[in-house]
Nanobody, 123 residues
Framework: VQLQASGGGLVQAGGSLRLACAASGRAFSMYGMGWFRQAPGKEREFVARISGAGSTTSYADSVKGRFTISRDNAKNTVYLQMNSLKPEDTAVYYC?????????????????WGQGTQVTVSS
């Protein structure tokens, strides 16, 4: 499966962005999906994950209550709605796919990655 992330940009603190990750290939609903982010000089960190049918989600504590992950399997797309953005959310955001029903919080367990999209939050 190939992944293409989009939707990043520059936004003021308190603003919102919606990232999208379009997947090519078959059986998209069988893939657990995740969003990760990496800030300069830091390791890639888990942001959110969603199961194949979209019924199970989980979030990093740092984004809980502000970010929402969702998916539209008819469109082979997973989304990350980001509200109440903070400067510390600034990073390159990556979507990832795992060839099992459930995603995980460990980036090493994902076999497919998008190219990343930059999110910059100004104070």
């Amino acid at each position: 499966v190939q992944l293409q992330a989009s939707g990043g940009g520059l936004v003021q603190a308190g603003g919102s962005l919606r990232l999208a990750c379009a997947a090519s290939g078959r059986a998209f609903s069988m893939y657990g999906m995740g969003w990760f982010r990496q800030a300069p000089g830091k390791e890639r960190e888990f942001v959110a994950r969603i199961s194949g049918a979209g019924s199970t989600t989980s979030y990093a504590d740092s984004v809980k209550g502000r970010f929402t992950i969702s998916r539209d399997n008819a469109k082979n797309t997973v989304y990350l709605q980001m509200n109440s953005l903070k400067p510390e959310d600034t990073a390159v955001y990556y979507c990832a796919a795992r060839a099992t029903y459930y995603g995980t919080t460990n980036p090493n367990e994902y076999g497919y990655w998008g190219q990343g999209t930059q999110v910059t939050v100004s104070s």
